[in-house]
């Protein structure tokens, strides 16, 4: 879940947003987030500024648990497609994609351009919310060492849960 990305360009291009990963257990349950970062870059005929809520539903968890030593790029390392829209599917060219985006703009932009887009974990974001150093992205979704639960995330794991009805 990635609010507020927000992309500009006139010729050369860049975005960049800051949100959260989680990750269901075995258990069909929510994992503690893992703040992280997306930027990108692009190049061509483009103008204007937005800002873009995006949350990216990964398809198969092992998609994010091979990419949390490093970070990964989309359209790269992993496939993307748009999710469901109007209540039909857009059909991705890739056949089997690892990611589905939902997005919702504000703004003008408007362009054709060569672009990609990296993610990568925040360490820093994962300091402050948790208050311990060095955590690695498994640990947080292993809530291995146990990490507090601050009342904020209450109201996204109701949040995720009206959403999945």
């Given at each position: 879940i990635i609010p507020n990305v927000v992309q500009a360009g006139f010729i050369f291009g860049g975005r960049?947003?800051?949100?959260?990963?989680?990750?269901?257990?075995?258990?069909?349950?929510?994992?503690?987030p893992a703040f992280i970062t997306l930027t990108g870059g692009s190049f061509g005929l483009q103008i204007g500024a937005q800002?873009?809520?995006?949350?990216?539903?990964?398809?198969?968890?092992s998609v994010v648990m091979r990419s949390l030593a490093q970070s990964f790029r989309l359209g790269g390392n992993v496939s993307v497609a748009a999710g469901?829209?109007?209540?039909?599917?857009?059909?991705?060219?890739?056949?089997?994609?690892?990611?589905?985006?939902?997005?919702?703009?504000?703004?003008?932009?408007?362009?054709?351009?060569?672009?990609?887009?990296?993610?990568?974990?925040?360490?820093?974001a994962n300091t402050r919310f948790y208050g311990r150093r060095n955590l690695t992205p498994t640990q947080i979704f292993a809530n291995?060492?146990?990490?507090?639960?601050?009342p904020v995330l209450n109201g996204l794991y109701n949040a995720l849960a009206r959403a999945a009805r």
């Open positions: 960049r947003g800051a949100g959260i990963l989680l990750v269901r257990n075995e258990n069909n349950e929510w994992s503690k800002s873009t809520d995006v949350v990216l539903a990964f398809m198969d968890k469901p829209v109007g209540g039909e599917v857009v059909s991705p060219t890739d056949p089997s994609p690892q990611v589905f985006s939902y997005t919702r703009s504000a703004g003008l932009f408007a362009g054709v351009a060569l672009e990609g887009a990296n993610i990568s974990f925040d360490r820093s291995s060492p146990p990490l507090p639960a601050p």
